[in-house]
């Protein structure tokens, strides 16, 4: 298979990238990291890390706290962040639809999207008064064996799935004919219920079950998803079939009629 990745492109920026990837190290349960857990995390050399550290808390990206080993998300970040979220208008609009309908579940809900290799999770919206799953914003999830994954694999055109695979690099052993597989299956899912259920046995984790639907934003080139997850006690497949995966397309629908968009349509 031809590479199709923008690695391969001469016009790709692998300093840039890596600086990138140091930012996307950080979580939000994270009391900072060091250059040895943000190296860890990267796959970068640790002397690669440290130069990057330094340049991007030279220009507020990064910070220090009292400990001198150890940086945090800076007020550069924070304020990039925040006009990235103010430039994608569903964002807001959809955070009273997924608390409701995390409350109304007790499972987690998650706004979850595509990130290079990965499954972003973007933002998750936690029952009120009860415990829910580990998974946090800034956690990347693999794309097979996951209902999130999955489903992002079954919302993408088949001219682009050459492009994510390769991208994927292999990981847990997702090559060209299983993402065929994997898109025949959520499609099938999507168009006969409106929501994918990755099976149980198929999931990287055996401590979760989650069922995801899609989403086309206006102002995001691809397609996103929304997932409700919980511990497979709490979320039995019976409970995903009849109760949550309905539930979960019932507010994405309210989420596009409140835009004003048709349907996400699934691409050919």
């Known amino acids: 298979m031809t590479d199709q990745s923008p690695h391969a492109d001469r016009r790709f920026a692998t300093t840039l990238a890596r600086g990138l990837s140091v930012l996307r ?7 900072g990291l060091s250059n040895a857990e943000i190296a860890e995390r990267t796959g970068l050399p640790k002397s690669t890390v440290s130069r990057l550290t330094f340049t991007l808390q030279s220009l507020g990206y990064l910070t220090h706290g009292r ?24 964002i807001d609009i959809c955070a009273p639809i997924m608390q409701r309908l995390a409350d109304e579940t007790g499972t987690l809900a998650l706004l979850a999207m595509r990130d290079t290799n990965k499954v972003l999770l973007a933002k998750t919206f936690r029952p009120v008064d009860r415990s829910s799953i580990w998974l946090e914003v800034g956690h990347r999830l693999p794309f097979r064996g996951t209902s999130s994954g999955h489903c992002l694999i079954g919302a993408t055109s088949e001219d682009a799935l050459p492009e994510l695979v390769s991208e994927v690099d292999g990981d847990r052993g997702l090559d060209l004919a299983t993402a065929r597989e994997i898109r025949a299956d959520a499609r099938d899912q999507m168009f006969a219920r409106g929501f994918v259920i990755t ?44 109760e949550v995966g309905p539930a979960l397309r019932v507010a994405v ?16």
């Open 25 to 31: 190290a950080f979580r939000p349960s994270d009391d």
């Open 67 to 90: 400990l001198r080993d150890r940086y945090r998300p800076g007020p550069a970040l924070l304020a990039l962040g925040n006009v990235a979220g103010a430039s994608i208008s569903f």
């Open 199 to 242: 099976e149980p046995a198929q999931y990287f984790s055996g401590n979760i079950h989650a069922v995801s639907t899609p989403f086309q934003p206006r102002d995001i080139g691809g397609p996103v998803v929304f997932t409700c997850g919980a511990l497979p006690v709490d979320l039995p497949v019976e409970r995903m079939e009849t």
């Open 253 to 268: 629908k309210e989420l596009e009629q409140r835009l004003g968009m048709p349907p996400s349509p699934l691409p050919g």
